[in-house]
């Protein structure tokens, strides 16, 4: 019987964008069993044939014939992948020509340009937005003059994982302040939060999904009860419908989702790392 | 004179994959000036009509055809945006007809499964490395028995920001130990980490950089000058060295490269995010 079908994301460079492309393209494909490989950093002859060696290998022990991913800039090095007998599919190949003839200029291939270092300046505004989720997570730092997204909700409801995200991935400077008993008292905004109310979104959940989530950072706990969770979300939400806040639930969404929603409701557009 | 070209990352779901590429493929025209936007979640008729338009509207005040780059798996929302005059870029449709020649089966377009939750166990995964990252950053915490990467460097060389990057992308528990002054007055590695020499990646950076990187956080202080930055940076070095640690210069790397680099050289094959 043939095992799960090799995959393998080739670059020259990180292979991150070959992996982005190719896992999008495989999600497509539900019926096929898949084992992906990263060989990310092929830059030279000798790497190139170590690794057609390992996929030809590959596609043999599992009786199917591999797939490559493949983003590298690099034509020799891709000529000797292609001699390994995958499948090679190409993610920059089929967009050259037609950009080419639209912009009226060839390209420049450069090998690890698209997660180098382009400039100083954006990798500041990287790292300092990554610093200044880490100083203003979870309320530790109540200062939101510089915030440019303020997430709100009750504990584990996802904060934290979307600040640092639009940090890393997009240079915005992202607290969040988790909404305490206290603050669950009232169906009015924490009196620190109502001069930045137009940065605030709101986070919410599925207490069932919380409640799963709470147990398992502190089992059977007061605040992992089922109860808690409800009453919890139940506040938070009056707070966001009181106060017109926009709010998402995050009980099937991922990070990448819940991010974009955030800067698409808050009016932010910026470049993606 | 023509503005810069518009660019549109067009998608039923965050977009991200179209992002991604088109970015790529847009570093290898340095010679272009773009101007990007992104329109996420075009998921209705009404909106699709809505984005052509102000695509057309933008191409017209560029004075250039616009470039739309799309991941749009509803091939309604993508007739529509073609409509808008521009040159589209769909980044799945040269990959699916050989894909489904190869695998025998016919795709199963569903609209934002690349960055949905696709199962808990994934996320949970996600969140908790991120979880880990952040209290065993620093130093903060020293328990290293459940790390899979502990990266060790002077302050600011690149170890918190690698980190998360491992944590939100490819669930791998990493944490990091800054080399203090009383760690750097000897060849060796702190008694503390010996048991996880093989778990261990060494960042080291171009100490005018760092002194640049410190200056920003601590302006004129003992611990941004110069003078210091050059001595911790080479009594790491030595550490490195002696020990035989795996090391990489994070001067002119990415966050997505130096994280590459690192999974590559600790033997760490885990999917990507």
Redesign the interface.
């Known amino acids: 019987m043939p095992g799960a079908?090799p995959i393998f994301y080739v670059s020259d460079?990180?292979?991150?964008?070959a992996?982005?492309?190719g896992?999008?393209?495989l999600?497509?494909?539900?019926?096929?069993e898949f084992k992906?490989?990263?060989m990310?950093?092929i830059d030279t002859d000798a790497k190139a044939h170590e690794a057609a060696r390992n996929i030809r290998a590959a596609g043999e022990a599992a009786g199917e014939?591999p797939?490559v991913v493949s983003?590298c800039?690099n034509q020799d090095i891709a000529e000797i992948i292609a001699g390994s007998g995958a499948?090679v599919?190409d993610?920059?190949e089929?967009?050259?020509a037609?950009?080419e003839r639209?912009?009226g200029?060839s390209?420049?291939?450069?090998v690890?340009?698209?997660?180098?270092?382009?400039n100083f300046d954006s990798?500041?505004q990287?790292?300092n937005a990554?610093n200044y989720a880490?100083t203003h997570?979870d309320g530790v730092r109540l200062d939101y003059k510089d915030a440019e997204v303020i997430l709100l909700g009750v504990s584990r409801a996802g904060k934290?994982?979307t600040c640092?995200?639009l940090a890393?991935h997009h240079g915005v400077r992202a607290a969040n302040y988790p909404l305490t008993e206290e603050d669950l008292e009232t169906d009015r905004l924490p009196a620190k939060l109502r001069p930045y109310k137009n940065k605030i979104f709101g986070l919410t959940i599925d207490p069932d999904r919380l409640h799963q989530i709470r147990q398992?950072r502190r089992p059977d706990s007061r605040y992992a009860a089922l109860d808690t969770c409800k009453r919890e979300i139940a506040a938070a939400d009056v707070i966001f419908r009181t106060e017109g806040i926009p709010v998402l639930s995050t009980t099937?969404?991922?990070?990448?989702?819940i991010?974009?929603?955030v800067?698409?409701a808050l009016g932010i557009?910026r470049?993606?790392?």
């Open positions: 079908r460079g990180t292979g991150i964008t992996e982005t492309i896992h999008s393209l999600t497509q494909f539900t019926e096929t992906s490989d990263r990310p950093f014939r797939v983003s800039v499948l599919l993610i920059f089929p967009f050259i037609p950009l639209e912009l200029k390209r420049q291939p450069r690890g340009k698209a997660h180098g270092i382009v990798y500041h990287r790292i990554m880490l997570d934290t994982p640092v995200y890393l398992e099937h969404a991922s990070i990448e989702e991010s974009s929603r800067l698409e557009n470049e993606m790392y």
